[in-house]
C-alpha cells in the first residue's frame, strides 16, 4: 500500500470517530397509569423543550400552553401587575395602573357609607318636640322638621275642645282610619279655619271653614258672612263676627283663638288648623301661580283705576283677584253678593290647582307651597308637611265632591246701645242646625238647638224669609255659574 492509500485510510477513520453518537431514547412515565407519578430529573419536566443546537426554537401550539401550577410558574409581569408582595418581592400595589371604573367605585362606596351615616343620624331620637295640648315626644331630626311650624309663631297655636265631640261610634269604631296621617279632632275628617284679613289687619272680613272627608273623599266649604251677628264674642258695638278677632270678649285668649272658640260655640265644627293671609299676600299668592281664569260676565269696576274687563276665561292678576274678592257696591245683596263671588272665585282657584298638578305636576304645586310658606304670605299652625298632605288630597278630588254653602240667615237692622243703626246679617239657627248636620258632621251625631249659642236677632222669624238659607252649590255647578244680580238690574 502506498503513502497516498495510507493518508487517506487516516482520514476516513478520523471523521468516523468524530461523529455524534445517536441519543438514548428514554423511556417516560405516563402520568395517566395507575402508578404513582415520580419526579425523575429535570428532562422530565412537563414544560422543558429539547431541541439540537442550532435548530431554531419552536412555539408551543395553543394546545400546549403552560398552565399555572403555582408561584413558581408565575410570570414576573403578572406578579407585578396583581400581587403586593413589598418584603418577599419588593413589588408596591402602587406599581398597579388603576382604571377610572375603579376610582369610581371607591368613591362611590365612600359616599355611600357617609350618606348611611347621616341618614342614622337624621332617624335618632334625640331632640323634643313640644306641642300646646299635646304630651312632649322625642322625635329624629328628620321628624322635628316636618312637624316644625315656623309660621305659628306668628298668631299662635290653638287649644283643640276639651268637650265631647259627640262622635258617631257607629261610624268610627276601633277600626276605622282615613289613611291620612294628620293631628285630627275628629278622626276621618281635618278642618282648617280661612280668614282674609283687610288692609289694617284687624277684620276678618273672610271666614271660610274648609272640612276635608278624608274618608269620604270630599271637602265641603263653609262661608261665614262678615256681618254675622255673635254679640256674646265680641266688644265691637257692630256685634259683627268680623270683629272678634281684635275686639273679642276673651282678651286672656290668642287673637286667632278668639275666633276658633267663636266658631265651634256656635257652629260646634272643631278647628284642626287655621291660615290667615291678609289682602295683600293674595297677590303675590296668585302673581306667583299665573293667574287665575275666570269668566267675567260685566266689567267690575273697583275703583275709578282699578277696572277688570269682562270676557270669556279672563286671566285674573294678583291685583285684579283682590279687587274681584273684596268687591261689594254694586251687589244688590251687598256683602251676601260679595260672599256669593267669592264662592266663584274658589272653584277657579280649585281648578287652577288640579291644572297645575294635570300639567306641571305635583312637585311643582309642591313648590309653591314652599315659596308661599317661606314668603309668610300666610300664618298657620299647619307644617308644610301637613300643607303638602292636604293639596295632595286636594288634587285627588272631583270637583262635583267639593261643595260649598254659606250660613242660612237674613240682612236685619241692629240698633246699639250708643243709638247707632247698623245693618247686621241675623242667623237662622234652626236651618244653620239642619245644614251642619247634613253636611259638617259626617261622623257625630247630629247637632241640636240646644247645643248650638247662635242668637237670632229676627225674634219673629217665621221660616217665611228663606232666600239664603239653600244656597249649597258644587264647584262643578259654579263653573257655569254667572254673578250676582246688581243693584243698577232692578232700578
Known amino acids: 500500500m502506498n503513502r497516498e492509500e495510507l493518508n487517506e485510510e487516516y482520514r476516513n477513520r478520523n471523521n468516523a470517530s468524530r461523529q455524534s453518537k445517536p441519543l438514548r431514547k428514554l423511556k417516560r412515565i405516563d402520568q395517566n397509569t395507575n402508578s404513582d407519578y415520580e419526579y425523575r430529573g429535570l428532562h422530565e419536566a412537563p414544560s422543558i423543550d429539547i431541541r439540537i443546537d442550532g435548530e431554531p426554537p419552536r412555539r408551543p401550539s395553543p394546545a400546549s400552553e403552560q398552565h399555572y401550577h403555582g408561584l413558581h410558574e408565575k410570570r414576573r409581569e403578572d406578579i407585578v401587575e396583581s400581587a403586593d408582595y413589598d418584603d418577599d418581592y419588593h413589588f408596591s400595589s402602587n406599581v398597579r395602573k388603576k382604571s377610572p371604573k375603579d376610582t ?76 291620612l296621617d294628620l293631628p285630627q279632632t275628629v278622626e276621618g275628617q281635618y278642618t282648617v279655619l280661612f280668614l282674609g284679613f283687610d288692609e289694617d289687619q284687624e277684620l276678618t272680613d273672610v271666614i271660610w271653614i274648609c272640612q276635608f272627608d278624608i274618608a269620604g273623599a270630599k271637602l265641603h266649604i263653609l262661608q261665614v258672612p262678615r256681618d254675622c251677628a255673635v254679640p256674646n264674642y265680641t266688644s265691637n258695638p257692630t256685634t259683627k263676627i268680623n270683629s272678634v278677632y281684635f275686639d273679642g270678649y276673651d282678651q286672656e285668649s290668642s287673637k286667632i283663638q278668639r275666633v276658633v272658640n267663636c266658631i265651634y260655640d256656635n257652629f260646634r265644627i272643631p278647628i284642626d288648623a287655621y291660615i290667615t293671609t291678609a289682602c295683600f299676600d293674595i297677590v303675590d299668592i296668585v302673581n306667583l301661580v299665573g293667574g287665575i281664569p275666570m269668566n267675567i260676565d260685566n266689567e267690575i269696576m273697583y275703583e275709578a283705576d282699578k277696572i277688570i274687563p269682562a270676557g270669556k276665561n279672563v286671566v285674573l292678576s294678583g291685583e285684579q283677584a283682590e279687587w274681584f274678592v273684596r268687591f261689594r257696591h254694586d251687589w244688590l245683596q251687598g256683602d251676601i253678593g260679595r260672599v256669593q263671588n267669592q264662592r266663584r272665585f274658589m272653584a277657579a282657584a280649585m281648578q287652577k290647582i288640579l291644572n297645575i298638578v294635570k300639567d306641571e305636576g305635583k312637585l311643582k304645586l309642591y313648590s309653591y307651597l314652599n315659596t308661599i310658606y317661606n314668603n309668610k304670605w300666610i300664618a298657620t299652625n299647619m307644617s308644610v308637611d301637613d300643607l303638602s298632605k292636604l293639596a295632595d288630597f286636594g288634587s285627588t278630588l272631583q270637583m262635583e265632591n267639593v261643595s260649598v254653602n254659606m250660613v242660612p240667615g237674613e240682612d236685619a237692622m241692629y240698633y246699639a246701645a250708643d243709638g247707632v243703626e247698623y245693618s247686621i246679617y241675623s242667623i237662622h239657627k234652626q236651618a244653620t242646625i239642619d245644614m251642619l248636620n247634613e253636611s259638617f258632621r259626617p261622623y257625630q251625631n247630629p247637632l241640636l238647638l240646644s247645643d248650638s249659642n247662635i242668637m237670632e236677632y229676627v225674634s219673629e222669624y217665621d221660616y217665611a224669609y228663606n232666600l239664603y238659607d239653600d244656597t249649597g252649590a258644587t264647584f262643578k255647578e259654579l263653573e257655569t255659574a254667572t254673578e250676582p244680580p246688581r243693584a243698577s238690574d232692578y232700578e
Request: net charge negative.
Open 104 to 179: 369610581v367605585i371607591k368613591i362611590t362606596a365612600i359616599l355611600l357609607s357617609i350618606a348611611s351615616i347621616i341618614a342614622l343620624f337624621l332617624n335618632m331620637p334625640i331632640l323634643w318636640y313640644k306641642k300646646s295640648g299635646q304630651p312632649d315626644q322625642k322625635v329624629s331630626i328628620l321628624k322635628y322638621l316636618k312637624l316644625w311650624q315656623p309660621l305659628v309663631e306668628i298668631e299662635g297655636e290653638i287649644e283643640k275642645p276639651s268637650v265631647d265631640l259627640n262622635i258617631d261610634t257607629e261610624v268610627v269604631n276601633d277600626d276605622f282610619t282615613d289613611g
